[in-house]
């Protein structure tokens, strides 16, 4: 049985950074390929970051160069630090494991 809780998010100006965590028990996160997704009010949810078992990280393209996902295995969370934030950022971001457990999500609004 996976749990997934999502915390971070809040409210920041644009340029500023925010680091959301994903805590999750019942499975290693270090045995699975983890990802973060968004979802912004009347878009599909898109698939942000993802590191898989050996490290590995992709990320979309319109946020590799100030996103950045990693992993502590000791305490069995992934976070993704955001810097630069745009409000084209603003969603409420998902925690994934695979193969289908899903966080509740947790709301990011980058507004002056």
């Known amino acids: 049985q996976v749990q997934l809780v999502e915390s971070g998010g809040g409210l920041v100006q644009p340029g500023g950074s925010l680091r959301l965590s994903c805590a999750a028990s019942?499975?290693?996160?270090?045995?699975?390929?983890m990802a973060w997704y968004r979802q912004a009010p009347g878009k599909q949810r898109e698939l942000v970051a993802t590191?898989?078992?050996?490290?590995?990280?992709n990320y979309l393209d319109s946020i590799k160069d100030r996103f950045t996902i990693s992993r502590d295995n000791a305490k069995n969370t992934v976070y993704l630090q955001m810097a630069n934030l745009k409000p084209e950022d603003t969603a409420v971001y998902y925690c994934?494991?695979?193969?289908?457990?899903w966080g509740q999500g947790t709301q990011v609004t980058v507004s002056a």
């Open positions: 590191i898989s078992s050996d490290g590995t990280s």
């Open positions: 994934h494991m695979t193969p289908s457990s």
């Open positions: 019942g499975r290693r996160v270090s045995l699975n390929v």
